[in-house]
Every structure is written in C-alpha cells, then in structure tokens.
C-alpha cells in the first residue's frame, strides 16, 4: 500500500510485555452464537440468498423478511457467562493476555458504548461484557486485549434478496443504511462514507478511553478506511501510554506502527520483528460456537506454539463460547492441558528469545496465511464455508529453540522409542560449542549426553516428565 500520511512519529518498539507474554486467548461471542451453525459470518450469509446458512436459516428460523440477524439478539443471553470464569481460564490456559471480540463485523458492540445503541448493554446479556472482562482480567495480572472487526460492517449485511429484513428504513439503526450491494466486497469501488467512518472511530476511541486496554487488534479491511483517520485512531490510542500496541493485518498500517498479525498462519523462518498469529482452538472451520464442535488437540497447539514462539512470534488462540457465555468441557478441559505444560515447561516460552535458527527436524512448515485472496474465495463460497489452513504434524526428530540469557531450549516435539535424542545443529562446530549441562525439564533424573562432530547425543530417563513436547535446558 501506498501510505500518503507522515507515520514516522508513531513508531515504535513492541513492548517487552508482548514480547515475554508468547500466548494470548480471545473469545468470539456475539449473536451469532445463537444459530451457532456454520460459522461466525452467519450474519452476512443468512442474507445471501441461496447460501447454504441461508437455507438453513429460513428453514429453521423463517424468511429473512421476517426474522432477521437482529432478532437472535435475545437468545444471547449471557446467563452463564462469568468474567471470573472467563479470568481463570485464561490462567490455567498458561495465556497472559486475552479480551473478548470487542465487536465483529455485525454492529454488536460488546461493552456500554454511548455512540452505539446496539451493544450488549441495551440487548442481548444486558451487561458490560468488556467492563467485566477488564475488571476480572486486570485484577489477575492479565493484559487486556480488544479486537475490531467493524470496518466489514460497511456493506456486510446487504442482501440478494430485496425483501430482506436489513433494506426495511426501521432497521437501520441495527444494520446501518442500505448500500450498493457491491460493498458487501472486500474491495468495494464505494468507500465508507463520513458518517460510517465517525462511527468507525468513535466506537475505538471510546474503547481506548474507558477501558484502557494493552493491546488493540484490527481485524483484516482496516484499509477501506480513510488514511487519516487510522492515522489519528492510533495517535490517540499512542498517547495514552508507553506500553501499548496495535496488531494488524495485510499492509492495512505501515511497518513498525503495530505488530504484524497472520491469520492461522506461519512462517518458515525466524523474523526480526515480533510477530503474532492469531488461530483457533475449534477444529470445525469456525471461530464461534457451533452445533457439535470439535476441538484440537492440546498437542497440536503446544506445538504451534513452540514453533511460533522459535520464530520471534506470539500465538493469540481463539475459543467461542456458548450464547450463555459458558465453555464446552472438551475445550475447558484442552485449554487445561495447555496450561500444566507451560506451567512446568515455560522458562522455555515465556520471556525467551529466538535462536540463531528456529529449530531442525523433517517437518516442513512454509509461510502461509489467510490472505486476501482466501477472504475473496471465503466471501464467494455459496456453502457458507470458510478456508482452512491447518498446521502441520511434527515427530520426535523435530526440535524448535528458544534462548534465555545464555541458556538454550531444545523443544522436541515427540518421545523418542529408543530414549536418545540426536540434535545435528549443535554438534561440535555447529551453533553451540562448548555444552557443559543438560537437563530435561520436569525430570529429576540426570541425563546423559555427548557431544561429536555429526551430533549432540542425548540419553533419556526410562520415564517421561510430561506429555506433548519435551524441554532440554542446555547450558
């Protein structure tokens, strides 16, 4: 992108917070949760007509003539949701920063907003759902985070069908104005007009302002706004303190201005720069809640994670509750396993720095991303279906470094069956010489080890410390 707008001045170096935190957890939760089918673009694709949520809709729920997105409001009711609940599970998952969507694309503002009548306050839960949050957070020593997606909102609800509930004068306080159905694109030719992109920064700039967060997330499209007005949002946002940050996507604010944010994505490499990806603990292809989901494993996180974490990154994983505000067991119980591994095993994440290279092994992980081009493919998908981009597996020959000071990481991802690590970059004349200790976090047996020109050969103990990944402290 073509900046035209002097961004020298906000500028600024990633907070050590961020850099030593590794590992966040968000929470979609809005009306879509209600229908909970699909995924959390239900709210534009029941309007789609011919859309596979669309048929579902008007079969379940009738025409969306006469029950629109705005009539699930009520059945989001919160009465499960606890923002200590919601705290505590944040600290057993090991994250150290977290916060609800603050809004999707859907006009649903998830605190007490005085610029936007459609909030969480006057319908649904009838709460302040990102007050509490930030209450309960802020009490445990957990950084708050705050995420917009409401830049969609320009065009997201209109229809292919004309009778739809969102073209109706009355409604326009819950959709916004009717538009030109072409800007319902990614890219549409009509930009947002100055009425929509007030709200756009009013709804940020009260968010900044009463609830203070650490970390202020912009969801993909930033870019159809006005360069001048995310030019002022983050001065304003910057001005408040030191220590906080944006997190982007695409080229929607220039380098250097926030961190760099790729959606279920990755890199190859190591980067200079701290990064951050945002993905998902739901194995459905879905960041809501939906009907019977499923999750992933807590191995396949821990080791995204690690690999992340290798490559100068931070993972921020997604969780959607119920439209009661509670959490599926199965992803509770997940979400627990996560957090004793890095509670035995986190002097290896939290606070580390990368290596000279990210790890070894024979699982290939490329850079990879949900890019323009899968939104493009997402938003034409008449199944109501959205890209996946699943990571990868890794085996007991994959290895991912951290360092600490002096004091190196060798994450394996796997138990070897002959109970020997062989680690090629650090044989002698490799990236670490002169290896005098080696550990295996968790364990209180010695190990063994022996470093040649071909290898660092490393001679486990009969039982393993833990489960999911294994931590040598290499000093």
């Known amino acids: 992108m073509d900046f035209k707008q002097n961004w020298d001045a906000l500028h600024r170096e990633v907070p050590e917070w961020f850099r030593d935190a590794k590992f966040g957890l968000f ?14 673009w239900y709210s534009r694709n029941m309007y789609a007509k011919g859309n596979a949520i669309n048929v579902y809709h008007e ?31 944040i600290i057993r998952s090991g994250a150290r920063y977290g916060g609800p969507v603050t809004e999707h694309s859907d006009n649903f503002s998830l605190w007490d907003s005085k610029v936007n009548p459609i909030n969480s306050v006057n319908y649904g839960p009838k709460r302040d759902v990102l007050g509490e949050c930030a209450k309960a957070f ?13 830049q969609w909102l320009w065009g997201w609800f209109m229809s292919t069908d004309p009778d739809a509930d969102v073209y109706d004068p009355a409604n326009e306080i819950y959709y916004g104005k009717a538009l030109p159905l072409e800007t319902n694109r990614y890219a549409p030719y009509r930009l947002p007009d100055e009425a929509f992109t007030k709200m756009w920064i009013d709804k940020v700039v009260e968010v900044v302002d009463n609830y203070d967060p650490d970390l202020v997330y912009f969801d993909s499209r930033a ?107 199965d992803a509770k119980s997940i979400l627990f396993q996560i957090g004793d591994w890095l509670k035995q095993n986190g002097e290896a994440i939290y606070g580390t720095r990368p290596f000279v290279i990210p790890g ?17 493919e997402q938003l034409n998908n008449k199944e109501g279906d959205a890209g ?23 994450i394996a991802m796997g138990w070897p069956e002959d109970g020997v690590y062989r680690i090629r970059s650090l044989r002698q004349g490799g990236f670490r010489d002169h290896i005098s200790s080696v550990s295996l976090i968790g364990s209180g047996e010695p190990v063994s080890f022996v470093q040649t020109e071909n290898e660092l050969r490393i001679s486990l103990p009969a039982k393993k410390p833990c489960e999911h990944a294994y931590v040598l402290k290499i000093q």
């Open 27 to 40: 929470f979609h939760w809005g009306p879509y949760s209600v229908p909970a089918y699909k995924n959390e």
């Open 59 to 89: 079969k379940t729920f009738g025409p969306v003539s006469q029950f629109g997105y705005k009539d699930f409001y009520d059945g989001m009711t919160g009465d499960k949701f606890d923002p200590e609940e919601w705290a505590e599970l």
């Open 138 to 150: 802020k009490k445990r020593g957990i950084r708050l985070l705050t995420t917009f997606h409401h």
């Open 223 to 329: 870019n159809i706004i006005d360069e001048k007005v995310r030019r002022a949002v983050i001065a304003h946002y910057y001005a408040k303190r030191d220590d906080v940050i944006l997190s982007h996507k695409q080229e929607d604010f220039p380098e250097g201005v926030g961190v760099y944010d790729i959606e279920c994505g990755s890199f190859e490499d190591i980067k200079d720069f701290p990064w951050q990806t945002d993905d998902r603990l739901e194995d459905n292809v879905t960041w809501c809640m939906v009907q019977n989901p499923k999750y992933k494993s807590a191995t396949r996180i821990i080791h995204q994670l690690c690999d992340i974490v290798s490559k100068n990154g931070n993972l921020l994983l997604n969780v959607g509750p119920y439209a009661d505000g509670s959490f599926h067991e």
């Open 360 to 376: 070894e092994g024979p699982s290939t992980v490329k850079d990879t991303d949900y890019n323009i081009e899968m939104v493009n």
């Open 388 to 410: 996946d981009l699943s990571a990868g597996t890794f085996t007991e020959k994959d290895f991912r470094f951290t360092t600490r000071g002096d004091i190196l990481y060798a």
